[in-house]
């Protein structure tokens, strides 16, 4: 009962580099998330996905681009990281059928950005 | 936005007493959820309370909704160390809108 899981757990890059940020889930739920977490700001919702290939905007994108090949996997890359991308970051899945009812959060990746 | 906003943002009591959190929403909801997040841990589903129920309870747990006043409240009855985290709400609004998150209450149950 893997659930989902995220990898990195801890994360260490320069302003610049790109980085990816992997999320896996073993659940087959079509929706999948990515959300940053910063004080004073709460959980932003950066990208969502409906199902493979399908993805869409949350409230803060720049910066971020995501892709869904396959229905467990859904990566969030950074193509030029920023000191301001320092957060953390959560996926969570749903179920298709309620996906706006309970999700499911990863352990989160934590990521600095120097 | 409608993001919910919790009330307090941090709470502190003693073990044994009774926590009671807010939240407030700007539009109408199909349901609000309450999320539990322990220290460098993800988010945990609590509990999900439609917007035709008033009332629903899960152990320890029970939250209100008032759809008229825009707002919920978590009670956590007779606390326990282990319920120390943040707790936050998250509104879906009607429509095709995702999830929206609060900022949280910090809670911090005293042994």
Same mark, same amino acid.
């Given at each position: 009962?893997?659930? #989902?899981?995220? @990898?990195?757990?801890?994360? $260490? =890059?320069?302003? +610049?580099?790109?980085?990816?940020?992997?999320?896996?889930?073993?659940?087959?739920?079509?929706?999948?998330?990515?959300?940053?977490?910063?004080?004073?700001?709460?959980?932003?919702? #950066?990208?969502? @996905?409906?199902?493979?290939? $399908? =993805?869409?905007? +949350?409230?803060?994108?720049?910066?971020?681009?995501?892709?869904?090949?396959?229905?467990?996997?859904?990566?969030?890359?950074?193509?030029?990281?920023?000191?301001?991308?320092?957060?953390?970051?959560?996926?969570?899945?749903?179920?298709?059928?309620?996906?706006?009812?309970?999700?499911?959060?990863?352990?989160?990746?934590?990521?600095?950005?120097? | 936005?409608?993001?919910?906003?919790?009330?307090?943002?941090?709470?502190?009591?003693?073990?044994?007493?009774?926590?009671?959190?807010?939240?407030?929403?700007?539009?109408?909801?199909?349901?609000?959820?309450?999320?539990?997040?322990?220290?460098?841990?993800?988010?945990?589903?609590?509990?999900?309370?439609?917007?035709?129920?008033?009332?629903?309870?899960?152990?320890?747990?029970?939250?209100?909704?008032?759809?008229?006043?825009?707002?919920?409240?978590?009670?956590?009855?007779?606390?326990?160390?282990?319920?120390?985290?943040?707790?936050?709400?998250?509104?879906?609004?009607?429509?095709?809108?995702?999830?929206?998150?609060?900022?949280?209450?910090?809670?911090?149950?005293?042994?």
């Amino acid at each position: 009962d893997a659930g #989902i899981t995220q @990898s990195p757990r801890y994360k $260490i =890059t320069e302003t +610049g580099r790109q980085v990816t940020l992997m999320c896996h889930q073993t659940w087959s739920h079509s929706y999948m998330f990515w959300y940053r977490q910063d004080l004073g700001h709460g959980l932003r919702l #950066i990208y969502y @996905s409906a199902a493979a290939d $399908i =993805t869409d905007k +949350g409230e803060v994108p720049d910066g971020y681009v995501v892709s869904r090949s396959k229905t467990e996997n859904f990566p969030l890359t950074l193509e030029s990281a920023t000191r301001s991308q320092t957060s953390v970051y959560f996926c969570a899945s749903s179920d298709g059928n309620r996906r706006k009812e309970t999700q499911y959060f990863g352990p989160g990746t934590r990521l600095l950005v120097l | 936005s409608q993001q919910g906003e919790e009330d307090p943002q941090a709470l502190s009591i003693q073990e044994g007493e009774n926590a009671t959190m807010n939240c407030s929403y700007k539009t109408s909801i199909n349901n609000l959820q309450w999320y539990r997040q322990n220290s460098g841990r993800g988010l945990v589903h609590l509990i999900l309370i439609r917007s035709n129920e008033r009332e629903k309870h899960s152990g320890r747990l029970r939250v209100t909704l008032d759809t008229s006043k825009k707002s919920s409240s978590l009670l956590i009855t007779a606390s326990r160390a282990a319920d120390t985290a943040s707790y936050f709400c998250a509104t879906d609004a009607r429509g095709n809108t995702p999830l929206v998150f609060g900022k949280g209450t910090r809670l911090s149950v005293i042994a």
